[in-house]
Nanobody, 119 residues
């Protein structure tokens, strides 16, 4: 399993945008694996946000549909999460993994990247 590193988080006002990146710490993301984004807000369980499947399909949790877009750049070996129309409830630490589970039930996680939506 490849270790993935997230970046691109920050502080943004409500209605703003951020673009997160997910790249391999070393080696390459295996393109035959799905890559998914997850997030964990303070005091809440980690939840699945979006996934880019090995077949090129994308799926989103209901709360981000129409606002977030997951994409994959094979040349850069990077997966992105474009987040638009951000809301305070999007505030969380965002993680990526080359495994997909709607329950986000994994034992190990990377450091993630903090996204804070606040005025």
């Amino acid at each position: 399993q490849v270790q993935l590193v997230e970046s691109g988080g920050g502080l943004v006002q409500p209605g703003g945008s951020l673009k997160l990146s997910c790249a391999a710490a070393s080696g390459s993301i295996v393109m035959s694996n799905p890559v998914a984004w997850y997030r964990q807000a303070p005091g809440k369980q980690r939840e699945w946000v979006a996934v880019f499947t090995s077949g090129g399909n994308t799926y989103y949790t209901d709360s981000v549909k129409g606002r977030f877009t997951i994409s994959r750049d094979n040349a850069k070996n990077t997966v992105f999460l474009q987040m638009n129309s951000l809301k305070p409830e999007d505030t969380a630490v965002y993680y990526c993994k080359d495994q997909w589970s709607r329950t986000a039930n994994f034992d190990s996680w990377g450091q993630g990247t903090q996204v804070t939506v606040s005025s």
